[in-house]
C-alpha cells in the first residue's frame, strides 16, 4: 500500500516482522537465566539445580549445619583442654589410664555439647533475623548475638543475661567486621 507521496507504508504483519527483526522476539525460554557480575560467561540454572540451592540456604539446614560443626570444634577444644590440665591434679593417689580417658571424655563431650547449642542457636537466629530484615548487613550478626547471649546469659539469671548479651552482641560485631574488612 503506498500513501499520497509515493512512500510505502507497512501492513502490520510487515510491522511485526520488522519489530521482530530489528528488536527481538518477546519471548522468555528460560526464566532462570543468570548473568554474572563479571562479564564472564552466561549461567543457566535448572530447577533442580534451584531448588537444592534453595535447601542449603535455608535456616534449618544452617541451624544444623552450624550445630554439627560446633560440635565439632568444641569437641576438639575439649579434648584439648583437658589433655593440658585433668580435673583431678589435686588428689594424691595416682590415675588409672581409664580414669583419665573418662575424664577427658566428659570434658570433651560438655565443651562439645555447650559449642553445637552456641552455634545452632546463633545461626538459626541470625537467619531468622535476616530473612525478616531482607538485609545482609553486620546489623543481623550484632542483633543475632545479643539474642544469643541474652538466651545464654538469662539461665544465670537477668543481670547476667544483659552482660551477656552485651558481650555477645560485641564479640559478634567485632568478628563481622573483622571478616568484612579482610575480604
Same mark, same amino acid.
Given at each position: 500500500m503506498s500513501n499520497v507521496e509515493g512512500k510505502?507504508? /507497512?501492513?502490520?504483519?510487515?510491522?511485526?516482522f520488522?519489530? !521482530?527483526? /530489528?528488536?527481538g522476539n518477546n519471548y522468555r525460554y528460560r526464566e532462570n537465566i543468570i548473568i554474572p557480575k563479571n562479564l564472564g560467561p552466561v549461567t543457566i540454572k535448572t530447577n533442580e539445580e534451584k531448588m537444592v540451592e534453595a535447601f542449603f540456604e535455608s535456616c534449618p /539446614? !544452617?541451624? /544444623? %549445619?552450624?550445630? +554439627? %560443626? &560446633?560440635? &565439632?570444634? &568444641?569437641a576438639a577444644i575439649g579434648l584439648f583442654s583437658s589433655s593440658i590440665g585433668p580435673s583431678? +591434679?589435686?588428689s594424691v593417689e595416682t590415675q588409672t589410664a581409664r580414669q583419665v580417658f573418662r575424664e577427658m571424655k566428659t570434658t570433651t563431650l560438655g565443651y562439645a555439647k555447650n559449642f553445637a547449642l552456641i552455634g545452632a542457636l546463633f545461626s538459626a537466629v541470625e537467619c531468622s533475623i535476616e530473612s525478616v530484615r531482607g538485609k545482609s548487613d553486620w546489623k543481623n550478626g550484632t542483633y543475632a548475638g545479643g539474642v544469643t547471649g541474652g538466651m545464654i546469659g538469662l539461665r544465670a539469671g537477668v543481670k547476667a543475661g544483659i552482660v &551477656?548479651?552485651?558481650g555477645f552482641a560485641a564479640f559478634s560485631t567485632a568478628i563481622d567486621y573483622y571478616m568484612h574488612s579482610r575480604f
Open positions: 510505502r507504508d /507497512f501492513t502490520p504483519e510487515e510491522w511485526g520488522l519489530t !521482530k527483526y /530489528f528488536v /539446614f !544452617k541451624a /544444623f %549445619m552450624s550445630c +554439627v %560443626m &560446633g560440635y &565439632g570444634l &568444641g583431678s +591434679v589435686t &551477656g548479651a552485651a
